[in-house]
């Protein structure tokens, strides 16, 4: 039990480190750019929001928060059809001067439930209804980040091999009509373009920007690698992590962490919490003896 405890604050740790260095350095990018202080000063108090969010869902969440966490994703991404639209793209709640990005907020704590509760049909029915309601809003981004990390959960399930196939073919299937959806948007060079602006900055600023986002999409990994009897539990997490940074290369979709954007920035401490969770509740090897 203890080397459970001690390797969900590790991930707590890992993951704290890496990210509040890679949300740090995005602000300096931003600060050296010109941006106004009142637009990048939000990540780092995001950041803050987040790990306290963070430490409260690694306490005191258990399997059935994960399964009501799971279904309120799908309920606010559904919610966020019924908001204003900006060239006809559906992302984000208003709440006053903050615009909600719903699925970057809500998916990386809906991938780690879907994970830790993959044995239930109804948990895979709201996995199918998120992915359908991403390719509605559109966001190909997400669709893309969160099939991924769905296909990876579905081939690693307690499931017959058709529904394994046929989780997958659906996954892939969405994932590939989500591309070609029109997307609209225009990129902004502090939210979407960061790293071509750290470029234009000094490559120096670009490259330290790719090696530290992609670490901290990483860190679940080795952070969830643990005495705990579920060996990497923490890779469907990494893999929407590095969807949702790989896909930025693809289109106009916002670079979580270093961008500015506090949606990502909460969401993936959400996730991460949940999956300390998830580490906590789990029975040690020695348990077994």
Request: aromatic fraction near 6%.
């Given at each position: 039990?203890?080397?459970?405890?001690?390797?969900?604050?590790?991930?707590?740790?890992?993951?704290?480190?890496?990210?509040?260095?890679?949300?740090?350095?995005?602000?300096?990018?931003?600060?050296?750019?010109?941006?106004?202080?009142?637009?990048?000063?939000?990540?780092?108090?995001?950041?803050?929001?987040?790990?306290?969010?963070?430490?409260?869902?690694?306490?005191?969440?258990?399997?059935?928060?994960?399964?009501?966490?799971?279904?309120?994703?799908?309920?606010?991404?559904?919610?966020?059809?019924?908001?204003?639209?900006?060239?006809?793209?559906?992302?984000?709640?208003?709440?006053?001067?903050?615009?909600?990005?719903?699925?970057?907020?809500?998916?990386?704590?809906?991938?780690?439930?879907?994970?830790?509760?993959?044995?239930?049909?109804?948990?895979?029915?709201?996995?199918?209804?998120?992915?359908?309601?991403?390719?509605?809003?559109?966001?190909?981004?997400?669709?893309?980040?969160?099939?991924?990390?769905?296909?990876?959960?579905?081939l690693r399930a307690p499931l017959s091999?058709?529904?394994?196939?046929?989780?997958?073919?659906?996954?892939?299937?969405?994932?590939?009509?989500?591309?070609?959806?029109?997307?609209?948007?225009?990129?902004?060079?502090?939210?979407?373009?960061?790293?071509?602006?750290?470029?234009?900055?000094?490559?120096?600023?670009?490259?330290?920007?790719?090696?530290?986002?992609?670490?901290?999409?990483?860190?679940?990994?080795?952070?969830?690698?643990?005495?705990?009897?579920?060996?990497?539990?923490?890779?469907?997490?990494?893999?929407?992590?590095?969807?949702?940074?790989?896909?930025?290369?693809?289109?106009?979709?916002?670079?979580?962490?270093?961008?500015?954007?506090?949606?990502?920035?909460?969401?993936?401490?959400?996730?991460?919490?949940?999956?300390?969770?998830?580490?906590?509740?789990?029975?040690?090897?020695?348990?077994?003896?």
């Open positions: 039990m203890v080397t459970v405890l001690r390797s969900s604050h590790r991930l707590l740790l890992v993951y704290g480190a890496l990210s509040l260095a890679t949300v740090g350095l995005g602000c300096l990018i931003c600060a050296l750019a010109g941006v106004p202080t009142g637009s990048w000063v939000r990540n780092l108090i995001a950041w803050g929001v987040g790990l306290t969010a963070a430490w409260g869902i690694a306490t005191l969440a258990g399997k059935r928060t994960a399964t009501v966490l799971l279904g309120l994703a799908a309920l606010l991404v559904a919610a966020s059809l019924l908001g204003p639209a900006q060239q006809g793209v559906h992302r984000w709640l208003v709440l006053g001067p903050l615009h909600i990005n719903l699925a970057l907020l809500m998916l990386p704590m809906a991938v780690v439930a879907l994970g830790w509760t993959r044995e239930r049909a109804s948990s895979w029915g709201l996995a199918l209804v998120l992915l359908g309601l991403l390719v509605l809003q559109p966001d190909a981004s997400q669709t893309t980040a969160f099939a991924g990390a769905m296909a990876l959960i579905a091999t058709p529904v394994r196939v046929g989780l997958v073919t659906v996954a892939a299937g969405l994932t590939a009509f989500s591309w070609l959806r029109p997307d609209p948007l225009a990129p902004v060079p502090e939210v979407e373009e960061i790293v071509a602006l750290a470029w234009g900055i000094t490559p120096v600023l670009a490259v330290a920007a790719v090696v530290l986002i992609l670490a901290t999409a990483l860190a679940p990994m080795p952070g969830a690698r643990s005495g705990a009897r579920l060996p990497g539990m923490g890779l469907p997490l990494s893999v929407y992590f590095l969807l949702t940074v790989g896909t930025t290369l693809f289109g106009a979709f916002p670079m979580p962490l270093l961008g500015i954007g506090m949606s990502p920035i909460v969401g993936f401490w959400l996730g991460v919490g949940l999956l300390a969770a998830q580490i906590r509740c789990a029975p040690s090897p020695a348990s077994d003896s």
